[in-house]
T-cell receptor, first 113, second 112 residues
């Protein structure tokens, strides 16, 4: 089955700096890659996603890049703010017919004011 | 939380007792999922449903059963709870033809 590795497990940055979280996946058939943000005591919330026919996607301060050849994808957060502090999860899916997501183990991001 | 209600939100039970967690959605989505979240393991799929009375196993299904008698409700049952099933359980839903999954707020279960 699919295996998703996520690094780093913890990340501390100064407010205003950028944060990068990286994930690798094992199944070349995976074609959908979402990123979730989980705040303390809440369920994960989708913040951005990318499909395998796209190399990069941006939404304001958040961007995701995908390298299908190397089977890795990354989350980039620019101009970090204290409210970005949370646990972030990457995931991979084969898409239609299954919709099952395999998650990475998460990255705890701390933004220091 | 995208019209998803999980109940109870917290539960403490004893080893060997049966436990049922409920997920209720108001979105009329076809797909529903149960995950467990443990430190160092991220989210792992227990079971999922692709329609009324249609369910399948996920990565960590041993010790769990599910039922879906109505589109809006997906039940997760621990027939005889064990301490290893102490975890936070999340329900998720997704629409037909779309990968995006929306999560509920979670149920924190402690098995003593």
């Amino acid at each position: 089955g699919e295996n998703v590795e996520q690094h780093p497990s913890t990340l501390s940055v100064q407010e205003g700096d950028s944060a990068v979280i990286k994930c690798t996946y094992s199944d070349s058939a995976s074609n959908y890659f979402p990123w979730y943000k989980q705040e303390l005591g809440k369920g994960p919330q989708l913040i951005i996603d990318i499909r395998s026919n796209v190399g990069e996607k941006k939404d304001q301060r958040i961007a995701v890049t995908l390298n299908k050849t190397a089977k890795h994808f990354s989350l980039h957060i620019t101009e970090t703010q204290p409210e970005d502090s949370a646990v972030y999860f990457c995931a991979a899916s084969k898409g239609a017919g299954s919709y099952q997501l395999t998650f990475g183990k998460g990255t705890k991001l701390s933004v220091i004011p | 939380d995208a019209g998803i209600t999980q109940s109870p939100r917290h539960k403490v039970t004893e080893t060997g007792t049966p436990v049922t967690l409920r997920c209720h959605q108001t979105e009329n989505h076809r797909y529903m999922y149960w995950y467990r979240q443990d430190p160092g393991h991220g989210l792992r799929l227990i079971h999922y449903s692709y329609g009324v009375k249609d369910t399948d196993k996920g990565e960590v299904s041993d010790g769990y059963s599910v039922s879906r008698s109505k589109t809006e409700d997906f039940l997760l049952t621990l027939e005889s709870a064990t301490s290893s099933q102490t975890s936070v359980y999340f329900c998720a839903i997704s629409e037909e033809g779309k990968n995006i999954q929306y999560f509920g707020a979670g149920t924190r279960l402690s098995v003593l």
